[in-house]
């Protein structure tokens, strides 16, 4: 038996066993982020069904949905023509109404409990990645590091909150200081796709720790949604730089604009 089936053998095992204790929402009461029915979960059964389909078809590189019949290891045309420094791309979702809702609170307003959720659903995608289309687990995880400005203002890095339960339901380890943001840039949804390459070049560099770290591993970058992909490239190509083997992303929705 390999690492990944071990892994997904133990999380298996885990589920069953938390299925048998009893559930807080028997003495308090939960309802679903979406719809306010009644949920164990931040969204219940039904939103998740809806809003999170796992038949979804992907680019393998860079996430973005595919007409219904493309095959399973299929690049879109874009990943085709202009290939990205990253590898791979999981996605749980598409970024787009109900669930961009759920990515400003998290972001915004702070309702950190929605990122074990995220974490949970990327999780799920992974499992299946891996049982249906050969992919591989990372060696470690790291978060796509805010500017000191920004985190002091928000209090929170969004993507390590992400990625600290995604690393625990997957059995990885994580560095949460793996990479730093060595320049403030401006947020990124507040620009023009053109402009979105030019703000965050150059942006971040490999933590002076972990300068023979990341050699010959495959490192996995966690984030809360991917756009245009600029940011995510400009880690993936520091990363190599450094040495690593592989990058893939982690982010729990996907835009429907191209990447480039």
């Not at 999380?11 to 069953?16: E, F, G, K, L, Y």
Request: charged share 20%; net charge positive.
């Amino acid at each position: 038996m390999t690492r990944t089936q071990n892994r997904l053998a133990i999380r298996s095992w885990v589920r069953t066993l938390r299925a048998g204790l009893p559930s807080l929402s028997a003495w308090l009461p939960f309802s679903c982020a979406l719809c306010e029915q009644h949920s164990e979960q931040a969204l219940c059964q039904a939103c998740q069904a809806r809003y999170l389909p796992a038949a979804t078809r992907r680019c393998r590189q860079c996430a973005l949905a595919l007409a219904a019949g493309a095959a399973a290891h299929q690049r879109c045309g874009a990943c085709l023509a202009d290939r990205p420094p990253f590898d791979a791309t999981l996605a749980a979702g598409d970024y787009g109404a109900p669930l961009d809702r759920l990515l400003l609170e998290l972001k915004f307003c702070g309702r950190l409990a929605l990122a074990p959720w995220m974490a949970g659903a990327l999780a799920r995608s992974a499992e299946a990645a891996l049982a249906a289309d050969g992919w591989s687990l990372p060696d470690l995880l790291c978060p796509v590091p805010l500017g000191p400005r920004r985190l002091a203002a928000r209090g929170f890095n969004q993507a390590l909150e992400i990625a600290r339960p995604l690393a625990r339901e997957l059995g990885l380890a994580l560095d949460a200081r793996l990479t730093v943001r060595r320049r403030e840039t401006a947020a990124q949804a507040q620009l023009p796709a053109a402009a979105r390459a030019r703000n965050t070049g150059g942006a971040f560099v490999l933590a002076p720790h972990a300068l023979q770290t990341v050699r010959g591993l495959h490192v996995g970058v966690v984030d809360d949604v991917m756009t245009t992909g600029h940011t995510l490239a400009d880690m993936a190509a520091m990363l190599k730089r450094f040495g690593a083997a592989r990058v893939s992303n982690f982010v729990f929705a996907r835009t429907a604009a191209p990447q480039y």
